[in-house]
């Protein structure tokens, strides 16, 4: 069995590809990855030497590079996670999340009929579905939740899942597509909430909470998502949508919290800031139909997740601080600088 990953240089792709080569020592994997900002070929060290593994750097967008690939491997599996993930910077600047997310996917999906593939797994986003309101808990997204986005990145997500449907519906193309809620985890890339707080906390640095931080989301330890991912592929029944969320809902302000009293750090480092435009209150995802169907179930409780994640930070200090020394530095300013 051979399975293209895109974008698996990124925080779940690569742990995606981590999690495939040892849970099926007997498949072939192929990264491709542009190697944006967010891709990083350090993160994927751990298996360049393995003769099962072949790394391509290329962009999704690259029709003819994408056939050509395609033509040399042959790939039965397609798992697309290249994607322009970051929220705040589609607010800036929407049009590369139009680019890679929907035009990229579209590149995806020919390829995968022109080339015939068993099946086609786009990793979408429960921020498809908008958000919640805070005094409803009684409310979670489920497969029917109608799509209503709020981001420039939820409505690329939202587009690219359109095309994957009208894929499967005019063409029969194998398709499934999963709606997980916020991972966290190792080579989680530090412009996110956790490990941007779990960084700035180890440097002694402000931690910028966005308003009054009682936003919600719903955490998942990135292993369990790359679990479900691995079972929607294997059994997952083609033409249908699966979210994924481990019922883990937390304010953001109790996350921040966290993280300062594992640290041993003051929350006098907390610092409000203006408010993300549009932001999204609250994400819960209702896993009944992964979980009744496929029999999934996260095994990393919160407690557990966040140790693991924060001991990882701490044992890998090259990775995050040679990422937070670069570009990055002006991204901070730009975004944080006057807030
Ligand atoms: P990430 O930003 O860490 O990684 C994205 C990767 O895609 C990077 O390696 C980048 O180089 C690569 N990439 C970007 N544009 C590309 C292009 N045009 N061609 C090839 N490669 C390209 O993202 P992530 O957090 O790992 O998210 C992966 C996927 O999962 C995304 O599709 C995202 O929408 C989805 N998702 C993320 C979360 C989350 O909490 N992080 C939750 C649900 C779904
Ligand atoms: O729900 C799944 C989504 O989760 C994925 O589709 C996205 O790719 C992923 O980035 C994530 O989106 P969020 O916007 O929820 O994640 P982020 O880590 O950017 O922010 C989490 C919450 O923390 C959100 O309410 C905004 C807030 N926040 C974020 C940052 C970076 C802060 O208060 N301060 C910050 O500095």
């Known amino acids: 069995m051979t399975i293209v990953v895109t974008g698996g240089a990124g925080f779940i792709g690569s742990n995606f590809i981590f999690y495939s080569l040892k849970a099926h020592p007997d498949y072939r994997i192929v990264c491709i990855d542009k190697l944006t900002y967010a891709g990083n070929l350090s993160t994927l060290k751990p298996v360049m030497d393995n003769k099962n593994f072949r790394f391509v750097k290329l962009d999704i967008c690259d029709r003819e590079g994408v056939y050509k690939l395609f033509d040399e491997e042959k790939p039965d599996v397609v798992v697309n996670f290249a994607a322009e993930s970051h929220v705040d910077r589609s607010i800036e600047n929407p049009s590369i999340f139009l680019e890679t997310n929907v035009i990229g ?37 489920t497969e029917e939740t109608p799509i209503h986005t709020s981001s420039p990145y939820s409505s690329s997500k939202a587009g690219a899942d359109l095309l994957v449907m009208a894929y499967y519906r005019t063409y029969g193309l194998p398709v499934t597509i999963s709606r997980c809620s916020n991972n966290y ?33 719903d955490w998942l330890y990135v292993e369990d998502h790359c679990k479900a991912i691995d079972l929607i592929i294997h059994k997952g029944r083609v033409g249908e949508v699966y979210n994924v969320g481990g019922h883990n809902e937390m304010k953001n302000i109790d996350i921040v919290k966290l993280i300062c009293k594992e640290l041993g750090k003051p929350e006098s480092l907390i610092t409000h800031v203006t408010d993300r435009k549009g932001h999204d209150m609250r994400y819960a995802i209702d896993p009944t139909k992964i979980h009744n ?47």
Request: aromatic share 16%.
């Open 105 to 141: 996917t579209g590149v995806m999906l020919d390829a995968a009929r022109k080339y015939g593939v068993k099946r086609y797994h786009q990793v979408s986003t429960d921020e498809v579905y908008g958000d919640l309101p805070l005094d409803r808990p009684d409310l979670f997204f």
């Open 185 to 217: 985890g190792p080579y989680h890339f530090p412009e996110k909430l956790i490990p941007l707080m779990i960084a700035n906390c180890l440097n002694d640095k402000p931690l910028p909470v966005y308003g009054e931080g009682l936003n919600v989301r």
């Open 293 to 339: 169907e496929l029999g999934w179930l996260p095994e990393t409780t919160f407690k557990e997740g966040i140790k693991k994640t924060i001991e990882w930070y701490l044992n890998n200090r090259e990775w995050w601080e040679e990422i937070i020394s670069g570009e990055y530095q002006n991204y901070y300013e730009k975004m944080y600088g006057n807030r």
